[in-house]
């Protein structure tokens, strides 16, 4: 079964400690996108990423980072730096031949405790 | 960069009424004009899409305009039903790139009611 999975679906975390959100898909996609969703503030993009081995920041990527060593994988890690971690994370991917339509994971929601 | 402005951020509407919801987009050269609905607890899907070389499509009870002149573009929703109670997010890039970098609207919450 085709997708896009996201682990762990909760997580919680104390303030200053780092934590990263899995991202895996098989869906033989090329780019691989990282959003985080806030109530009113709509989907913003944090990272992403074209190819292996390379990625670009999106509008909000202070204090997070990323890897992209595997196509199919694209982890986010959640810095200390970043001032307000607590949100919905949403990783998606895209066929760079295909029509446009971003393929989004379910989710991870991260708690700062 | 891309600016996209999404209004209402609510909307409540009858069941079989009509919904509209209206997007502003900044970056003339964007070319793909998205829509997702994300119902509760689940994963933003895509319902419909527009090309800047169209004016209108339909899937449908969904049909979604562009006016490129403008820079809006809106999504209508006739005969709605319960399940059409989602929040919906419009998006806007510029397609033809290696990748498209998507920049959404803040969302509108639409409730049908019986």
């Known amino acids: 079964d085709g997708g896009i999975t996201q682990s762990p679906k909760y997580l919680f975390r104390k303030e200053g400690q780092n934590v990263t959100l899995s991202c895996e898909q098989n869906l033989n996609h090329d780019a691989m996108y990282w959003y985080r969703q806030d109530p009113g503030q709509g989907l913003r993009l944090i990272y992403y990423s074209q190819i292996v081995n390379d990625f670009q920041k999106g509008d909000i990527a202070e204090g997070y980072s990323v890897s992209r060593e595997k196509k199919e994988s694209f982890p986010l890690t959640v810095t200390s730096a970043q001032k307000n971690p607590t949100a919905f994370y949403l990783c998606?991917?895209?066929?760079?031949?295909?029509?446009?339509?971003?393929?989004f994971g379910e989710g991870s929601r991260l708690t700062v405790l | 960069g891309e600016n996209v402005e999404q209004h209402p951020s609510t909307l409540s509407v009858q069941e079989g009424d009509s919904a509209v919801i209206k997007c502003t987009y900044s970056?003339?050269?964007?070319?793909?004009f998205p829509w997702y609905k994300q119902e509760l607890g689940k994963r933003p899907q895509l319902i419909i899409d527009i090309r800047s070389n169209v004016g209108e499509k339909k899937d449908q009870r969904i049909a979604v305009t562009l006016n490129k002149t403008a820079k809006h573009f809106s999504l209508h929703i006739t005969e709605t039903q319960p399940e059409d109670s989602a929040v919906y997010f419009c998006?806007?890039?510029?397609?033809?790139?290696?990748?498209?970098?998507?920049?959404f609207g803040t969302g509108t919450r639409l409730q049908v009611t019986l």
């Open positions: 970056d003339s050269a964007s070319n793909y």
């Open positions: 998606a991917s895209i066929w760079a031949g295909g029509t446009g339509e971003l393929f």
């Open positions: 998006a806007a890039s510029i397609r033809g790139g290696t990748a498209s970098k998507l920049t």
